[in-house]
């Protein structure tokens, strides 16, 4: 069964750092594009940043110049380096990635959500 694990999360001063990580595991054929979303309470969950395999990334303007999304494709696992924090980063963050299992067609899949809170 395909699964997708983060960490990292946590409690950080504003300007200070964090890095989450996502790994993926389980029976895949492969792995494709891979992201990083967040949710806060009453709102819709929003794009922070996503990369594809051969390492092209995109990124919402509210994070651009301060998130730094990477993968390591042998580890099946993507990184978010998030620097200058600010308080309006608070949010529950999400792992997404596009995995072809070994018994059915490519779909996306989510993790469960780290917490982040950006906070003095």
């Known amino acids: 069964q395909v699964q997708l694990v983060e960490s990292g999360g946590g409690l950080v001063q504003p300007g200070g750092s964090l890095r989450l990580s996502c790994a993926a595991s389980?029976?895949?054929?492969?792995?494709?594009?891979m992201g990083w979303y967040r949710q806060t309470p009453g709102k819709e969950r929003e794009l922070v940043a996503t990369?594809?395999?051969?390492?092209?990334?995109n990124y919402a303007d509210s994070v651009k110049g301060r998130f730094t999304i990477s993968r390591d494709n042998a580890k099946n696992t993507v990184y978010l380096q998030m620097n200058s924090l600010k308080p309006e980063d608070t949010a529950v963050y999400y792992c997404?990635?596009?995995?072809?299992?070994?018994?059915?067609?490519?779909?996306?899949?989510w993790g469960k959500g780290t917490l982040v809170t950006v906070s003095s």
């Open positions: 990369i594809t395999r051969p390492g092209s990334a």
């Open positions: 389980g029976s895949m054929f492969s792995i494709g594009t």
């Open positions: 997404n990635a596009n995995i072809r299992p070994i018994d059915s067609d490519a779909m996306p899949y």
